[in-house]
């Protein structure tokens, strides 16, 4: 089996050694590709460093400024499809996708074309959450199932193994969400087209360093572009 991950990287110089360390662990074949947008912390040079040390595995995608998770992960997936790779794996750099459930992505990617790691499929599976981030994100996450019809219970989470030739023939390219609605594009464009998509059970960890990402601005910016989501495809 060969397999790459591809994690976007902004401003996550104090979290990106201990996860290098933790996929080595629980993934020791899995090759990575750091994409990072430019991080004014130093991430990227770090970035350089580790793959310095373990070229045969470590690799770095230099973006020239942060415009959004979804073309970061266009441009990481584009890299990933040049190489002779099974599956491709997509999470967050912060920690808070625990490598330990890949050996369970890679077992359901067998039978599947997509496999979701899932914060609710058993109950709610989030530490270190307020509630205010909850109601958040669960909020979102069942307007994307009304709005869609998909009958996944976490269509925002952002990780998620592909088997090759679906992503490569989903049209990740084309999608037009650039922010964090990429990730529900992917796997609704995915659902259309009638590929084999999964859900695994994973415990989310909110990040230790570094602010996330993710606001009120953020959701209602995506409540719109859900919408056009549903009317596109």
């Known amino acids: 089996m060969r397999a790459i991950a591809v994690v976007p990287t902004y401003n996550e110089r104090a979290n990106l050694a201990e996860l ?6 629980f993934s020791t074949e899995l090759h990575v590709l750091i994409v990072d947008d430019n991080s004014p912390d130093g991430t990227g040079d770090l ?23 979804g073309k970061a992960y266009v441009d990481g997936f584009k890299e990933a499809l040049k190489g002779e790779y099974d599956y491709i794996v997509q999470m967050d ?22 496999v979701v790691g899932s914060r609710y499929l058993q109950g709610i599976s ?10 958040l994100s669960k909020t979102a996450t069942n307007y994307v199932r009304f709005v ?23 049209g990740f390219e084309d999608a037009f969400s650039s922010g964090y609605v990429f990730l ?29 990402k993710l606001d009120w601005r953020v959701f209602l910016e995506a409540v719109w572009r859900v919408l056009k989501l549903r009317f596109k495809y």
């Open 47 to 69: 970035a350089d460093e580790l793959s310095r040390r373990n070229p045969d595995r470590i690799f770095v995608l230099h973006r020239e400024k942060k415009d959004g998770l």
């Open 184 to 212: 529900v594009e992917m796997k609704y464009k995915a659902y259309r087209k009638g590929f084999r998509v999964t859900e695994v059970p994973i415990i989310f960890i909110e990040r230790k360093s570094g602010d996330s």
């Open 20 to 25: 290098l360390e933790k996929l080595q662990q």
């Open 148 to 170: 869609t019809g998909m009958p996944f219970t976490d269509a925002t989470s952002g990780y998620a193994c592909w088997r090759r030739e679906a992503l490569a023939s989903v």
């Open 126 to 135: 989030v530490v270190n959450w307020d509630l205010k981030r909850l109601i």
């Open 93 to 114: 750099a912060d920690l808070s996708h625990d490598p330990s459930h890949l050996p369970r992505f890679f077992e359901k990617i067998q039978n599947h074309d997509l």
